[in-house]
Structures are given as structure tokens and as C-alpha cells.
């Protein structure tokens, strides 16, 4: 067998999302008889020993339609429920290490 067999699925294609003090990491991989699926990692730094913890799903296209069914009816839900506020988070606004719009509010708190 190749080297291929004896990694982690090599990376199709990758999305990295930073969301304040977590970034997403969307990422398409290949089983071994090349049908695609999706890692959704989570990877947040802990403030106590700046260690990254990491928290991640499998997607597998067969649940496709029905995981963004159900993710897009909670996300109608809040949204009609409560007003949802996009901070935006740009390079070169830095806040503890996270980048940060210069236009948030100084009693925010984005520290770990």
C-alpha cells in the first residue's frame, strides 16, 4: 500500500474562518476510494497554558442536505428571535492577539 494509506486523508480543499477568539477550519478530504467529506474544526486558545483546544465534526455527503437543513432552520430561529450583531475582525486591529475592528466598543472583552 502507498503512503497515502498510512496518513490522515490528505486535504482536497480548505476554508479557514477566524471568528474572534475561534477560527473554523472547513476542510474537504478524500476517503480511499476518493469520495469526498468535510471536517468542521474548531480551534479556540486557552488563556490558563495557551494551549489549543480543538473540537471537530465529520460531514459525509450523504448528510449534506439535511445538516445544512437543520443548520439553517437554527440559524432562522435566532435570527428571528434575537438581533444578531457581526462583529467584524480585521488584521491589523490587534486586541489581546485578535484582530479587531477599531470601531468596537473598549468594554468588549475578546481576551481568553
Known sequence: MGDFDNKEREEVFSKKVRAGKRTYFFDVKATRSNDYYI???ESK???EDGVFIKHKI???K???EKFAEGLNE????IKAHQEVVEKRYEPG???NGVGVAEDVDSK???SF
Open 93 to 95: 486591529f490587534e486586541n
Open 108 to 110: 468588549d472583552d475578546f
Open 45 to 47: 486558545k486557552r488563556f
Open 39 to 41: 471536517t468542521v474544526t
Open 74 to 77: 437554527v440559524v432562522d430561529y
Open 62 to 64: 450523504e448528510d449534506f
Open 58 to 60: 465529520f460531514l459525509y
